[in-house]
């Protein structure tokens, strides 16, 4: 497995946070938001990336870069609360752009398990040491910068989707240090402008194809069909926190959901059209722009890479004046 490069071995109080039950969950939910359920080409040899796994990966890579239990256990923690299909709930909220209504329940999960709270204390941690990955810049920081966080679905995405070979991705893992940014916090930053060259067109795949037809059309269908579910009393809102495969169970004795479902995961193909079509589901769908402008050392100066390549930042803004007005339908 890839995310073996990122840290010898975690302490046994981190392995211990992961193995209780709250984490153990996330095995059964998938990164890809529910899009992997579909018969999109991207998924046809894409092998298995569960938010359990990248939990792991950025508890992996917070360790490494600092040596601190907290903040590797904000990393693990930070996608405790995630709810089946991720971050199509949001779109099932009307939040396509911030995609952060559902981490409210970070605390609360964190707070009701007694085996996490051991846990905690037995390492000098408290509840709010751990229940807020944001206050830890090499764990998160805002985009365009770069974090263990995005660094570990960027690295996920080129191993288990898109099959970096695996001597790739630790050559982009080991050219980076920690370095102070131009905001006087730390961040992590690339030693060289190969590598960040490199990481920035594996980032830069990524960030289109988060935003691609395919997989906006895809969101909304499924946020679409969630919110029919819950309506129709097929699962309730609290059944959101159990695995995939139960909710799936759950909706799909409804036998309209259970159409719906099947409907979803034949889509193959997306189309565009310029306006609304009325004979089928045809919808326009805004979404959160992800990419990644890293840090690379120019000297001993660390740099943006997009201002120290002209390259780069041509790519970077092409991607940024993408615009998604355009009526999208299953074909």
């Known amino acids: 497995m890839y995310t073996s490069i990122y840290s010898t071995e975690l302490p046994p109080v981190l392995r211990k946070m992961a193995s209780v039950p ?123 910068m770069l974090s263990a966080d995005r660094l570990e679905y960027t690295l996920g995405n080129a191993s288990l989707v898109f099959r970096c070979p695996l001597q790739e991705i630790r050559d982009i893992y080991k050219d980076l240090v920690v370095s102070e940014n131009e905001f006087g916090t730390e961040e992590l930053c690339f030693r060289t402008m190969e590598t960040a060259k490199l990481f920035t067109k594996i980032s830069l795949r990524n960030s289109w194809w988060f935003v691609s037809d395919e997989e906006r059309f895809a969101m909304q269908f499924l946020a679409d069909l969630m919110r029919a579910a819950i309506q129709k009393q097929a699962v309730d809102p609290e059944a959101l926190y159990l695995t995939e495969k139960e909710v799936i169970q759950k909706m799909c004795r409804d036998d309209a959901v259970r159409r719906l479902w099947e409907e979803f995961v034949h889509i193959k193909g997306v189309g565009v059209s310029g306006g609304k079509l009325s004979d089928r589901y045809c919808v326009k769908v805004p979404a959160k722009k992800r990419y990644i402008n890293p840090l690379v050392l120019t000297g001993d100066t660390p740099k943006r890479a997009a201002d120290a390549d002209q390259g780069i930042r041509s790519e970077m803004q092409a991607f940024l004046e993408d615009s998604y007005d355009r009526w999208l339908y299953c074909c």
């Open 22 to 144: 709250e984490m153990l969950r996330l095995k059964d939910v998938g990164m890809h938001c529910g899009c992997e359920y579909t018969s999109l080409p991207v998924y046809s040899s894409a092998l298995e990336y569960s938010r359990y796994i990248h939990s792991l990966g950025v508890a992996g890579i917070v360790w490494n870069f600092t040596g601190d239990i907290k903040q590797a256990a904000a990393g693990l923690f930070h996608d405790i609360a995630t709810p089946v299909f991720a971050h199509t709930i949001d779109f099932m909220n009307d939040d396509h752009m911030k995609q952060e209504s559902t981490e409210s329940r970070t605390r609360a999960i964190i707070e009701n398990s007694p085996e996490i709270r051991k846990l905690l204390q037995d390492c000098g941690a408290q509840v709010e040491d751990v229940d807020d990955y944001h206050k830890y810049p090499i764990a998160d920081n805002d985009t365009p």
